[in-house]
T-cell receptor
Framework: DAEITQSPRHKITETGRQVTLACHQT?????MFWYRQDLGHGLRLIHY???????NKGEVSDGYSVSRSNTEDLPLTLESAASSQTSVYFC?????????????FGPGTRLTVL | KQEVTQIPAALSVPEGENLVLNCSFT??????LQWFRQDPGKGLTSLLL?????REQTSGRLNASLDKSSGRSTLYIAASQPGDSATYLC???????????????FGAGTRLAVHP
C-alpha cells in the first residue's frame, strides 16, 4: 500500500543546531506539504512543492527551508533551531487531478528545541 | 479569502447517539472538501473526501454531505462509540474546478468525546 512516512518520530536538539526532518511518500504525488501544529494555532503551512525542483513558502516559512530533488522526498531543514520551533511537524502529499486529490498526512515528528 | 468554520468547538455525548458536526466555508468555489480525524498525539487520518461535483460520501457509520451554494458541509456519525472520540477537522481546497494546485484551508476542528 502507498504511504507517507516521516523520520525521526521524535527529536530533541539544542538551540542553534541544524535539523533535517525527512518525509517520504510512495503515492507518486507531485504535491507535497509541510505543516506545523501548535496548541492554539491549529495547522500552519510552512513550505510546499508542486513537483521536482519546485518549492514555495507557506505562511510560517521563516527559519525553514525545503528542497525537492525527486518525487518521493521533501526534507524540511531548520537552519538554526530556535525554541519557538518546538512543535509537531506533519508532512502531507496530494495529487492534483480529479480522482487523485485526496490529501494524506504522515504520522508526524515531535521536535523539541532546548 | 476562503475561511472555514467548525461548530461546535467541542461536543460530549453518551455512547449510541447519532451526531452531526458542522463545517461552513465562505466561498462556494471549492475544488473539494475533506474531513479528517485526529487522535491526541497522532497524525491526521482522512475520513471522507467530497469532490466539488458531489453531494455526499459515505463510509461505514460516517456520512458527509456538501451544499456548495450555502457553503456548508455536515459530518454525520451514526451510533457513536467511545472509539469515535477525537478531533474532527474539515478542510477545503478553494478555486473551483481549477483548484488542483491550491492549498487546503482548515477549520479549527470539533473535539468530540463519546462517553460510555
Amino acid at each position: 500500500d502507498a504511504e507517507i512516512t516521516q523520520s525521526p518520530r521524535h527529536k530533541i536538539t539544542e538551540t542553534g543546531r541544524q535539523v533535517t526532518l525527512a518525509c517520504h511518500q510512495t503515492w507518486n504525488h507531485n504535491n507535497m506539504f509541510w505543516y506545523r501544529q501548535d496548541l492554539g494555532h491549529g495547522l500552519r503551512l510552512i513550505h510546499y512543492s508542486y513537483g521536482v525542483h519546485d518549492t514555495n513558502k507557506g505562511e510560517v516559512s521563516d527559519g525553514y527551508s525545503v528542497s525537492r530533488s525527486n518525487t518521493e522526498d521533501l526534507p524540511l531543514t531548520l537552519e538554526s533551531a530556535a525554541s519557538s520551533q518546538t512543535s509537531v511537524y506533519f508532512c502531507a502529499s496530494r495529487g492534483e487531478l480529479a480522482g487523485d486529490n485526496e490529501q494524506f498526512f504522515g504520522p508526524g515528528t515531535r521536535l523539541t528545541v532546548l | 479569502k476562503q475561511e472555514v468554520t467548525q461548530i461546535p468547538a467541542a461536543l460530549s455525548v453518551p455512547e449510541g447517539e447519532n451526531l452531526v458536526l458542522n463545517c461552513s466555508f465562505t466561498d462556494s468555489a471549492i475544488y473539494n472538501l475533506q474531513w479528517f480525524r485526529q487522535d491526541p498525539g497522532k497524525g491526521l487520518t482522512s475520513l471522507l473526501l467530497i469532490q466539488s461535483s458531489q453531494r455526499e460520501q459515505t463510509s461505514g457509520r460516517l456520512n458527509a454531505s456538501l451544499d456548495k451554494s450555502s457553503g456548508r458541509s455536515t459530518l454525520y456519525i451514526a451510533a457513536s462509540q467511545p472509539g469515535d472520540s477525537a478531533t474532527y477537522l474539515c478542510a477545503v481546497i478553494p478555486g473551483g474546478f481549477s483548484g488542483g494546485y491550491n492549498k487546503l484551508i482548515f477549520g479549527a476542528g470539533t473535539r468530540l468525546a463519546v462517553h460510555p
